[in-house]
């Protein structure tokens, strides 16, 4: 039987899908798209992953309301902010940087990538098994973006078949705990070999994945 896989810290509370705040009594939304005309997708992916740690508002980014600038949450909307619309987007190297010189007071941050032999999908998977999202890096032809995964499926066999995802660049998810899905059966031969699906759907390969967690 098919097996689906999504950590426990999102829910579907009429109609949108949301995670607890960091003090644990209420809940933010979860789910965050990105602008038309930026590569913010590296940026709104850890928003989203910090708001469902339950460790940042990811609204206070985009906020009017003061915030204490000697706060370590501060440093990281500064941070982000002054990458403006992102036109080149963001890289792991530099999300990694951003979050420790800013934020690693609250969370660590792993980085690991096909380059470096490392098996992205069991990677995610099992961070997944500890209800854990993570940054995944898709990369297709001229097509680069980061999305989260926050759950998976096993076919009738236990075989890990497709990772399910929040997206930046699509809308946020109604009926579902995900709005986007990376199926794991790769064309044999084919630089992009699997299969992306959201409110677009495009081949793409699995390249990096980005791992953020709370202190």
Same mark, same amino acid.
């Given at each position: 039987?098919?097996?689906?896989?999504?950590?426990?810290?999102?829910?579907?509370?009429?109609?949108?899908?949301?995670?607890?705040?960091?003090?644990?009594?209420?809940?933010?939304?979860?789910?965050?798209?990105?602008?038309?005309?930026?590569?913010?997708? /590296?940026?709104?992916?850890?928003?989203? &992953?910090?708001?469902?740690?339950?460790?940042?508002?990811?609204?206070? @980014?985009? +906020? %009017?309301?003061?915030?204490?600038?000697?706060?370590?949450?501060?440093?990281?909307?500064?941070?982000?902010?002054?990458?403006?619309?992102?036109?080149?987007?963001?890289?792991?190297?530099?999300?990694?940087?951003?979050?420790?010189?800013?934020?690693?007071?609250?969370?660590?941050?792993?980085?690991?990538?096909?380059?470096?032999?490392?098996?992205?999908?069991?990677?995610?998977?099992?961070?997944?098994?500890?209800?854990?999202?993570?940054?995944?890096?898709?990369? /297709?032809?001229?097509?680069?973006?980061? &999305?989260?995964?926050?759950?998976?499926?096993?076919?009738?066999?236990? @075989?890990? +078949? %497709?990772?399910?995802?929040?997206?930046?660049?699509?809308?946020?998810?109604?009926?579902?705990?995900?709005?986007?899905?990376?199926?794991?059966?790769?064309?044999?031969?084919?630089?992009?070999?699997?299969?992306?699906?959201?409110?677009?759907?495009?081949?793409?390969?699995?390249?990096?994945?980005?791992?953020?967690?709370?202190?």
């Amino acid at each position: 039987m098919v097996q689906f896989k999504v950590i426990n810290r999102l829910q579907l509370r009429d109609g949108v899908l949301m995670c607890k705040k960091p003090s644990g009594r209420s809940w933010q939304k979860a789910h965050y798209k990105q602008g038309d005309l930026d590569g913010a997708c /590296g940026a709104y992916s850890v928003a989203m &992953v910090l708001n469902i740690l339950g460790v940042f508002e990811a609204e206070d @980014i985009c +906020s %009017d309301n003061p915030i204490d600038k000697r706060t370590s949450e501060w440093k990281l909307i500064k941070a982000l902010n002054e990458e403006g619309l992102y036109r080149e987007g963001l890289t792991s190297d530099k999300i990694q940087r951003i979050l420790m010189d800013n934020y690693g007071s609250r969370v660590t941050v792993q980085c690991a990538s096909k380059a470096s032999n490392h098996d992205i999908a069991e990677i995610a998977k099992n961070w997944i098994d500890d209800n854990k999202p993570v940054i995944l890096g898709l990369i /297709g032809q001229n097509y680069a973006h980061w &999305v989260v995964a926050v759950g998976y499926i096993e076919d009738e066999y236990g @075989i890990l +078949s %497709d990772l399910l995802t929040l997206d930046p660049g699509s809308d946020s998810p109604t009926y579902a705990l995900w709005n986007g899905i990376l199926n794991l059966h790769k064309e044999p031969r084919k630089r992009y070999g699997y299969r992306y699906d959201s409110d677009y759907n495009c081949m793409v390969d699995l390249d990096e994945a980005i791992i953020i967690v709370k202190k």
